[in-house]
């Protein structure tokens, strides 16, 4: 199987995975080198704009489903150091333009450090019945560096 098939396999599964979700979670597990002082503002135009992408399409695919206008009450994205990426001149990728229709400014719920992704699942556990299901979807690298497994 090429690469192209392997995609769009990995595409479908997704779309497949958050049609029956009832809750969502996206994280974004990669952090800037503080040491490096990069940042997640606007003009640091490294990988970041992929790493958004593909979480923020993630994102608007669990809200984007027919009837779920009221969706981003049921996903949690957590990005970076909490707040959403922008880049100038990237209409395609601004959650202000895109879901402006529903008063939505912000899709980023919280950093995606260790803490917050332990609490984001935590309360999810507490929220979810037998029957629901969890849509998850994660871009990273894995490891922490931070002393503990990844």
């Not at 996903?75 to 959403?84: S, T």
Request: net charge negative.
């Amino acid at each position: 199987m090429n690469q192209v098939h392997k995609a769009a396999a990995a595409f479908l599964l997704c779309a497949v995975a958050v049609n029956a979700a009832d809750q969502g979670v996206v994280v974004q597990g990669w952090l800037p080198e503080e040491s490096a002082q990069l940042d997640w503002g606007d003009g640091y135009a490294g990988p970041k704009n992929e790493l958004w992408n593909d979480c923020f399409l993630a994102y608007e695919m669990f809200c984007g489903r027919p009837g779920m206008d009221s969706a981003h009450d049921r996903i949690q994205m957590l990005w970076g150091k909490g707040y959403d990426y922008r880049r100038e001149n990237d209409d395609r990728y601004n959650p202000q333009l895109r879901f402006q229709n529903q008063g939505i400014t912000s899709i980023t719920d919280d950093s995606a450090c260790i803490a917050t992704v332990e609490a984001a699942f935590a309360s999810l556990a507490g929220q979810m019945g037998p029957s629901d299901t969890l849509f998850c979807f994660t871009w990273g690298h894995g490891g922490c560096g931070c002393g503990r497994a990844g």
